[in-house]
């Protein structure tokens, strides 16, 4: 069964300072990996994606993603944080493998950036 | 930039009622789901929909929920009999190969 682990409920970080979030999966086959990110009283904004290839993946608001296929980890970074991007970050998985259209997402990991 | 809608924003009803929540998802993608998010959880799978039938559902989307898309842009959430527990943020999405999803209806069962 697919599952999604975000060991982290929250985040602090200072702005200009680099931030990650750590997100580990698990499915029988390859992964379809996604960050989502969602600010309050809003929908879930896609962020990026890694299906295959390089992988280091880059997304939008000057985001990253790093695929590690033996630590079954994606987890989302950016160089240097902004108070703008403090929100709730899923990390979410398809199994391509299955062929199934469900997408499983972590519990969330709240974000917090300090001026 | 296309997007998903969805109406209402905020929906509030009594136990027992029918609710059809609506969505308009982006007009060139062919696959379409419904979400859902129970306050301060995460957010789980309820059901996708492709080629005019149901792909795929969860254990949550039980008799009582049923999705249908009645013309070329809507695709409805209905749930016959609300429940308090039914209380939650419902997400459409759309998708070719990426989930983009609406800005969610909160539905608020008394």
């Known amino acids: 069964a697919q599952s999604v682990a975000q060991p982290e409920d929250q985040v602090n970080v200072a702005e200009g300072n680099p931030l990650t979030v750590k997100c580990t999966y698990s499915?029988?086959?390859?992964?379809?990996l996604f960050w989502y990110v969602q600010y309050p009283n809003r929908g879930l904004q896609f962020l990026l994606k890694?299906?295959?290839?390089?992988?280091l993946v880059k997304g939008s608001y000057g985001f990253e993603a790093e695929f590690n296929k033996s630590q079954t980890s994606f987890h989302l970074k950016k160089p240097s944080a902004l108070v703008s991007d403090s929100a709730l970050y899923f990390c979410?998985?398809?199994?391509?493998?299955?062929?199934?259209?469900?997408?499983?997402f972590g519990a969330g990991t709240r974000l917090f950036v300090k001026a | 930039e296309p997007e998903v809608t969805q109406t209402p924003s905020h929906q509030v009803t009594q136990m027992g009622q029918e609710v059809i929540l609506r969505c308009v998802p982006i007009?060139?993608?062919?696959?379409f789901y419904w979400y859902r998010q129970i306050l301060g959880q995460k957010v789980e799978f309820l059901v996708s929909?492709?080629?005019?039938?149901?792909?795929?559902k969860s254990e949550i989307f039980d008799d009582q929920f049923s999705v249908e898309r009645p013309d070329g842009s809507n695709f409805t959430l209905k749930i016959r009999s609300t429940k308090l527990e039914d209380s939650a943020m419902y997400f459409c999405?759309?998708?070719?190969?990426?989930?983009?999803f609406g800005p969610g209806t909160r539905l608020t069962v008394t």
């Open positions: 999405a759309s998708s070719e190969r990426v989930q983009y």
């Open positions: 499915v029988s086959g390859n992964p379809y």
């Open positions: 890694y299906i295959t290839g390089d992988n």
């Open positions: 979410a998985v398809r199994d391509l493998n299955t062929g199934g259209f469900k997408t499983i």
């Open positions: 007009s060139n993608h062919l696959y």
């Open positions: 929909f492709y080629n005019n039938e149901i792909s795929e």
